[in-house]
């Protein structure tokens, strides 16, 4: 009996150890009709024009950005270069469309924080909260079409994002400027 437990207990660990050192090397079988899922496919085809937005540049944007009617114009901006980068379709090279994709993102994450921090009164804050998160939404959604190398199809959203753009410049317009602020 005494022998039994030793052995037992080396067995279990043994297949233990086994099992975790070839668990993590297994990979999924291949299709057999050869047609890959859309995530394999974007694994094989990462797009080379999709660069991540560096810190640097961040750092750069969140200056450009400190003050809510500044970020409200370069979200702007943004609207502008990807309506214009887009409008014939899937870009041949979708780098600018993917920069302002990804940097009016940003904007729109810190947008609530610009807010409080330009003083926007409290009473506009859920206002900006929803409508930067809707952007967000409309946004994805061409970045999303580009991404799968469908037609970014902006007209689709572009209502949606004037409209939400239209309240946030109305907010902006409300705020005293810096030169009222400064006297």
């Known amino acids: 009996m005494t022998t039994r437990l030793p052995f037992v207990l080396s067995l279990s660990v043994s297949m233990i150890a ?13 299709p057999a009709d050869g047609v890959q899922t859309p995530v394999a496919q974007a694994d094989a085809d ?3 024009h999709d660069v991540p937005i560096t810190e640097e540049q961040k750092a750069e944007l969140r200056d450009q950005t400190a003050k809510f009617t500044d970020a409200v114009a370069t979200i702007a901006r943004f ?12 870009p041949a090279n979708p780098f600018q ?28 804050w859920e206002a900006i909260t929803t409508a930067a998160n809707e952007l967000r939404t409309l946004f994805d959604h061409v970045h999303l079409n580009i991404d799968n190398r469908q037609n970014p199809d902006f007209p689709a959203v572009a209502d949606e994002i004037n409209a939400n753009l239209a309240e ?3 907010i902006a317009a409300a705020q005293p400027s810096d030169a009222e602020s400064e006297n």
């Open 46 to 48: 990462l797009d080379p």
């Open 79 to 90: 609207r502008d270069e990807i309506e214009q980068e887009t409008a014939a379709g899937i």
């Open 168 to 170: 946030l410049t109305a």
């Open 18 to 30: 086994m099992t975790l050192s070839n668990g993590c090397t297994q990979t999924a079988p291949e």
């Open 97 to 124: 469309a993917h920069q302002a994709l990804d940097k009016a993102d940003l904007v729109l994450q810190w947008l609530p924080e610009i807010a409080r921090q330009s003083d926007v009164p409290k009473a506009h």
